[in-house]
């Protein structure tokens, strides 16, 4: 393995598998020599070219430093939470995270005072550890399952919404939880995929869809350019998504010589001026690492996931008009969705947590919804979904 490409083809291969293991913890049917193939894929990582974590791999002809922290990382808590008991493994989490018991114990809490007929979660940094290549960004074995375990057992609709696309290398291809335990929805809740398997898409008008089909093209073929053919490999690399693409010109490593990302943002740029000449179909935001173009809403306005929560409200049954939510987000994109569910189902029935240390964000959360909870890592929230989950079966299993 010495390709950026080929590392994601290994990725994938190990995502089969680790879904069928989350099957068979789910069934209390793992077996030792499950965890063997997951030994094996962590002694091929760190067989890549580089140090411990930070690879030297080719990418389109160009080498990159790609750090593989969250693969590893969420590998190797894999094979120790299939080898050790849940209290073994909640030990093990306590070590990595400063304050991890008590901050679970307190989000148990909250979660017991809180009703939850809808379940509306963004996955990465919330419910799943960043990862900085968005085509990495597998979930793992143990997220799954107790993951799982939650959106089986509390609440009635369970929604995971990111902003990724949900088709091809999108979410459902990062997923390792079984089918038919959660709805998804991507590109900010313009797509879902509901736990029964049905697809749906907010409606793009003739004219957005003719554009955005054109941009697609006309970016694809900057892509296949000799020069430009990394961008579609690093960082977030290239998302259609429905209704928005996202493509990446820098990493976090600056991996890109400065004139070539210029050059390349300039070309996407002027494509988009060449299909939307008045500029009023497509935003262009730039982060400088990647290059976001989407279709906008009522006059120009960036479409959020809270516009797609209210299609996701019809869409999916969330009920969210009468009946309790609980949202869980990480960043300030994820606002929107709490808005939201304040707007349609009233401040008392909201409850919100989020996984972020910014203080200025947590005063937003706060300010939005009456009932709201913070903490610093998604290990911390998974665990306390996880341990409501079983008081859950367990008051089942006396009634
Ligand atoms: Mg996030």
Redesign the pocket.
């Known amino acids: 393995m010495r390709s950026l490409s080929q590392f994601y083809e290994f990725m994938d291969s190990i995502q089969t598998v680790r879904r069928m293991i989350t099957g068979y913890y789910l069934m209390q049917a793992h077996h030792g020599r499950h965890v063997e193939s997951l030994k094996n894929a962590l002694a091929a990582m760190d067989d890549l070219p580089g140090d411990a974590v930070d690879k030297r791999l080719d990418a389109a002809g160009r080498p990159v430093t790609v750090t593989i922290d969250y693969e590893r990382s969420e590998l190797e808590k894999d094979v120790y939470f299939l080898t050790h008991s849940d209290e073994e493994f909640l030990d093990y989490l306590s070590r990595l995270h400063d304050g991890f018991a008590e901050e679970v114990e307190r989000t148990v809490q909250f979660l017991r005072s809180q009703e939850t007929h809808s379940f509306v979660s963004?996955?990465?940094?919330?419910v799943n550890n960043?990862c900085g290549r968005y085509r990495s960004s597998h979930q793992s074995v143990w997220n799954a399952a107790y993951l799982t375990q939650f959106v089986r057992a509390v609440p009635a609709v369970p929604v995971l919404l990111?902003?990724a696309p949900l088709f091809e290398e999108g979410l459902l291809a990062m997923s390792a939880m079984p089918e038919h335990s959660t709805n998804y929805a991507g590109s900010l809740g313009r797509e879902y995929c509901d736990r029964e398997g049905n697809r749906g898409a907010l409606e793009l008008s003739d004219e957005q869809e003719r554009a955005i089909g054109k941009l697609n093209g006309r970016i694809d073929a900057l892509l296949s350019r000799r020069e430009f053919a990394t961008f579609a490999l690093i960082g977030s690399g290239l998302q259609h998504k429905f209704g928005q693409t996202t493509v990446a010109r820098q990493d976090i490593h600056g991996s890109i010589p400065q004139e070539l990302s210029a050059e390349f943002l300039k070309a996407i740029r002027s494509t988009v001026r060449d299909i939307d000449p008045e500029g009023v179909m497509f935003g262009i935001e730039d982060t400088g690492k990647d290059v976001e173009i989407m279709l906008t809403v009522e006059g120009g306005r960036r479409f959020t996931k809270g516009d797609g929560l209210a299609y996701l409200d019809e869409a999916l049954g969330l009920r969210l008009a009468d009946s309790p939510c609980l949202v869980c987000?990480?960043?300030s994109?994820?606002l929107p969705m709490v808005e939201k569910v304040v707007e349609l189902g009233g401040r008392e029935r909201t409850g919100a947590i989020f996984v972020t240390g910014d203080q200025e964000l947590r005063r937003k959360v706060a300010e939005a919804a009456d009932r709201s909870h913070f903490v610093s890592t998604p290990d911390a929230l998974v665990a306390a979904l996880h341990r409501v989950a079983l008081e859950r079966d367990d008051a089942g299993g006396r009634q």
């Not at 963004?122 to 919330?126: A, K, W």
């Open positions: 963004d996955r990465d940094g919330t960043y990111t902003s987000g990480d960043t994109s994820d």
